[in-house]
């Protein structure tokens, strides 16, 4: 790290992209970046449409024992987070573009046009697959099951509980009992749900990523997350992507389907390992 920590600044990579009539220069002007400063070009003489675009920022907030601190930080994750989608989401409203990973740093801009120099033919290659393509996030949370508590308050001033009568002992593990009943009902019920979806993401995406479900902060809302697919959705089949995923899951009980998008591809950026769905034809 000696080298670096000669340097008052680094170079912040965002996203590798397409700059064939090279107005990407005016998408960028004036966009603040990660810590707020501006954001650059940087390519190679050999193939000058395919580019990178980076910015400075601190090397003391992101050399490598600092980052990982940072990366703790929630607050610090969200803001660094953020600047960097809204970088991407601006290249990606003119251009085809493949994200890189958040907090990707290089030591100048000389080290991302050797990176670049290196690369470049498998960048450009991804980008031309990517073209005109766009990703949907599709989650499934199996919501809280009823508990004994919310059936209790449910229950008319004069109907008896279903466990009166009973001992304390056997009444505690009859309401056990209908509790694991209840859950084990909502996953099938999940299941069911993520069959259908799936079937109906593949009329139209061309790709699936399963990224493993979010737990803690991280999952939003009640319930908890079950799915956490990425598709690759061609953007003309977009808008039927979302209505027919939302559609298949109508009707099934104690199951939220959550659609997010569409995204720049974050996930599709290099070739996943399996292989890609198959269109359904017309």
């Not at 969200?78 to 989401?89: G, L, M, P, Q, Y």
């Not at 601006?90 to 100048?108: F, G, H, S």
């Not at 996953?187 to 069959?195: K, L, M, S, T």
């Not at 079950?226 to 089949?237: C, K, Q, W």
């Given at each position: ?10 170079s ?23 810590a ?6 940087v ?11 980076v ?47 958040l ?8 080290r ?11 960048f ?6 990517l073209e ?27 109907e ?14 009859s ?23 799936e ?7 061309v ?5 493993r ?23 003309e089949?977009?808008?039927s ?42």
């Amino acid at each position: 790290m000696t080298e670096t920590d000669s340097h008052d600044t680094i170079s912040y990579a965002y996203a590798v992209a397409r700059d064939a009539d090279g107005a990407l220069e005016d998408a960028l002007a004036g966009l603040p970046g990660v810590a707020d400063a501006p954001v650059r070009l940087v390519r190679t003489a050999q193939q000058a449409d395919v580019v990178v675009a980076v910015g400075p920022v601190p090397a003391q907030d992101f050399l490598e024992d600092a980052l990982r601190a940072h990366l703790e930080d929630l607050d610090w994750l969200e803001s660094v987070a953020r600047a960097h989608h809204r970088v991407i989401e601006a290249l990606a409203a003119r251009t085809t573009v493949l994200p890189l990973r958040l907090a990707t740093v290089y030591l100048d801009d000389e080290r991302v046009r050797l990176m670049l120099e290196t690369r470049r033919q498998a960048f450009a290659d991804r980008l031309s697959a990517l073209e005109a393509q766009v990703e949907w996030g599709v989650k499934i949370f199996v919501e809280a099951a009823e508990t004994s508590e919310a059936a209790e308050a449910a229950r008319q001033p004069d109907e008896p509980p279903p466990d009166a009568g009973l001992s304390p002992g056997r009444a505690y593990l009859s309401r056990r009992r209908a509790q694991r009943h209840a859950r084990d009902d909502a996953y099938r019920d999940a299941e069911r749900a993520a069959r259908r979806v799936e079937d109906a993401a593949r009329a139209h995406a061309v790709d699936r990523v399963q990224h493993r479900p979010q737990q803690g902060e991280l999952a939003r809302g009640p319930g908890e997350n079950v799915v956490n697919d990425a598709y690759l959705v061609p953007r003309e089949h977009a808008e039927s992507f979302h209505a027919d995923v939302l559609r298949a899951a109508e009707g099934i009980p104690g199951v939220r389907i959550e659609i997010t998008g569409p995204w720049a591809p974050y996930s599709f950026a290099t070739p996943a390992d399996a292989e890609p769905l198959e269109r359904a034809t017309p």
